[in-house]
């Protein structure tokens, strides 16, 4: 059965219900996430595949993406070192996190050493992307990584009308970010 008629973020009273509650705003932010100035959890209004729906969206910065595939790939490679070591995962049915198994001081020390080593040698690199999952739970679900020192109310208005309006232009250059981590906050 197709997801879009059980959905409820395609369902015409749910939207009209979302219009009523974003008013004049361009975005809900969603306050059970996460949201800081390298990631913001928040839905939108918008149409895909010619029709209406509610979008669940995340939008985070490429630092924060570029800080993430550095220590995932450290994590890959700590697997192959040390056999009974199995990463962090979250449970994608339930949500919840299921913690890592074999994580002793002498994985963490290698997980530690092998980042510096990937931004050290250079790597890693990112650029902006764009993810659309059509069989979310609630509406369609959006990823997007953009090329931002902050992802700010402004910066996703932006986004939003880019999007809308089929004008959105990806950034495809291929960025790396050593030593950038958001420990700059002072």
Do not use: C, W
Not at 18 to 31: I, R, V, W
Not at 81 to 92: L, N
Request: aromatic residues 10%; proline residues 3%; without cysteine.
């Amino acid at each position: 059965m197709d997801n879009l008629t059980h959905n409820a973020g395609h369902n015409a009273a749910e939207i009209a219900a979302f219009k009523q509650e974003l008013g004049n705003n361009a975005f809900l932010l969603n306050d059970e996430e996460p949201n800081n100035d390298q990631v913001m959890h928040f839905f939108f209004l918008g149409k895909h595949k010619g029709q209406e729906a509610i979008f669940d969206a995340v939008a985070y910065t490429l630092v924060l993406a570029y800080d993430s595939k550095v220590y995932e790939t450290a994590e890959q490679e700590a697997q192959k070192q040390f056999p009974g070591f199995t990463p962090a995962t979250v449970d994608e049915e339930t949500g919840e996190e299921i913690e890592a198994i074999g994580l002793t001081e002498e994985v963490e020390e290698f997980i530690a050493d092998r980042m510096l080593a990937l931004e050290e040698e250079d790597e890693i690199r990112v650029s902006e992307s764009l993810v659309l999952d059509d069989d979310f739970g609630y509406g369609i679900g959006l990823e997007v990584g953009l090329n931002q020192p902050a992802i700010t109310p402004a910066v996703i208005e932006q986004f939003i009308k880019d999007f809308n309006a089929g004008t959105l232009q990806l950034d495809t250059t291929l960025y790396s970010f050593p030593g950038e981590e958001e420990d700059d906050d002072a």
